[in-house]
């Protein structure tokens, strides 16, 4: 049995049936716990999303920290992961994907609530929290062998999974077939996988600019996806808002198509791709891969926050699967479905998907669709390695009780890995990724489950006293 075999069997024994309804049986409760905190104050979390609270500690700002959130949820998720699960399980993957985001919302809401109430902060500022400290001290001492699988999974996460080869491979990948669609480039075999002068400079400027960003630690990390965030998200936004117009007529065939395919996925695709139970796996999955409800990264940043008001950081954390999911992974979804994209005849994997749904549909030249589709990518992917960055590193600390040498060792491994990404397959790196997401929401799901009896009662407490009258 080769490599390829083996990983994917453990990637289906970890994102079996068990884990798939452990996932959506917390967000279920926990929307029960918080009384559907998601619908009923979106609005007020929208708002306190651009507006930093004052006299908070911490270390960045609330919009500082959930746009360091953001940059580790927006990236090849929204562009590749959407791809892919469409692939394998048709259309009616992005259906059960935007059903866990909707009870993602309130997972989320619950991570940056306990993030903030149990995080640790130092004399000098330094703030860290996050699943390792609300299972310790949340749960209790007994608990820490359970903080310590969280962590453990955590940097494995950042360092092997979702924070650098697949990233990484997405902007190669992009990069390769915007500028050499035909490979006509020379080639040379670098760990056994083909590979020209291309990728390989991609990769060495990739790293280069990673390295020089990560090294500056979190606020440096914070400056700049503060800026390249709303950037790139708006961007990207605004093209799929613009296909979607070009192609408005398309619409609710597209609709049906995604609904019909999450309850009878032969009826859409004709027995080309999966099962209802495939559909339903694929779109969970690549769903937490792209907003990462559940996984217990985004409390990591939360934690760091400068902020006094738990349920208020519980707000701002819950818009990042909003804007992750409900809005970019929908719009990027709809394209292909419109496209038919997804089609195994096709022959399309990965990002070429995405870029032959942009080609097709949009009103330009389909060197230009592909040019933009690629500079989004790139952004994308980059920031989300910074974010990884700073989530593996954050892990380590804990495990390490905050020795810094270590820290800097795992930031180095962290670069190394951002080169070694290219040269994987794109299968495999998937897979991996998969493997290590699942492995890290279990403490973490099983923390929110224990602890949601406190989430609800603090936050039904917090929003009486906003309705209570006040007292002059």
Avoid at 87 to 106: D, H, I, R
Avoid at 140 to 162: E, M, N, Q, R, T
Avoid at 433 to 454: E, K
Wanted: hydrophobic share 50%; charged share 15%.
């Amino acid at each position: 049995m080769g490599f390829e075999e083996i990983i994917v069997k453990i990637d289906d024994f970890v994102w079996g049936i068990p884990l798939i309804v452990l996932i959506l049986a917390t967000g279920i409760y926990l929307t029960i716990r918080v009384r559907g905190v998601q619908v009923r104050h979106l609005g007020k979390a929208l708002k306190y999303m651009v507006q930093n609270e004052e006299g908070g500690e911490g270390e960045v700002s609330s919009f500082g920290a959930l746009c360091t959130a953001l940059s580790a949820t927006i990236g090849t998720g929204n562009i590749v992961g959407v791809a892919t699960a469409i692939a394998a399980g048709g259309p009616g993957a992005l259906f059960w994907m935007l059903v866990a985001a909707f009870f993602g919302m309130a997972t989320k809401f619950a991570e940056g609530y306990l993030a903030v109430r149990f995080r640790k902060l130092d004399e000098d500022g330094h703030a860290l929290g996050g699943p390792f400290y609300y299972i310790e001290r949340g749960m209790g001492p007994k608990w820490k062998w359970l903080a310590v699988l969280f962590a453990v999974f955590g940097a494995c996460a950042g360092l092997l999974g979702i924070g650098t080869f697949t990233q990484i491979n997405g902007i190669t990948s992009a990069i390769t077939n915007f500028f050499d669609p035909n490979q006509t480039s020379k080639t040379f075999t670098i760990l056994g996988v083909q590979t020209n002068m291309l990728l390989v400079g991609a990769s060495i400027v990739l790293t280069i600019c990673v390295g020089l960003v990560v090294i500056g630690g979190l606020k440096r990390i914070a400056k700049v996806t503060e800026v390249v965030v709303p950037f790139m998200a708006v961007l990207y936004v605004l093209f799929a808002l613009i296909l979607l117009v070009c192609n408005v007529t398309k619409i609710p065939a597209a609709v049906v198509e995604i609904v019909t395919g999450a309850f009878n996925p032969s009826a859409v695709t004709g027995g080309a791709v999966g099962t209802m139970l495939i559909a339903m796996q694929k779109g969970i999955a690549r769903g937490i891969f792209s907003n990462e409800a559940g996984l217990g990264s985004a409390p990591i940043a939360a934690a760091a926050a400068k902020t006094k008001d738990f349920t208020r950081q519980g707000l701002v954390t819950m818009t990042g699967t909003f804007i992750d999911t409900i809005i970019i992974c929908t719009m990027t979804g709809l394209s292909i479905v419109i496209g038919g994209s997804w089609k195994p005849e096709l022959g399309l994997e990965g990002v070429q998907i995405t870029t032959h749904a942009f080609q097709s549909g949009l009103p330009f030249n389909p060197t230009v669709s592909a040019f933009v589709l690629m500079i989004c990518l790139v952004f994308f992917a980059f920031t989300t390695i910074l974010g990884w960055d700073y989530y593996g590193e954050r892990c380590v600390e804990y495990l390490c009780n905050g020795k810094q040498n270590l820290v800097k060792i795992y930031r180095y491994l962290f670069v190394l890995a951002i080169f070694i990404g290219p040269f994987m397959t794109v299968s495999s790196v998937w897979t991996i990724a998969d493997i290590f997401n699942g492995l890290m929401a279990l403490p973490n799901l099983v923390a929110l489950l224990v602890l949601g009896g406190l989430i609800g009662k603090e936050t039904k407490e917090y929003f009486a006293k906003q309705k209570a009258p006040k007292v002059e």
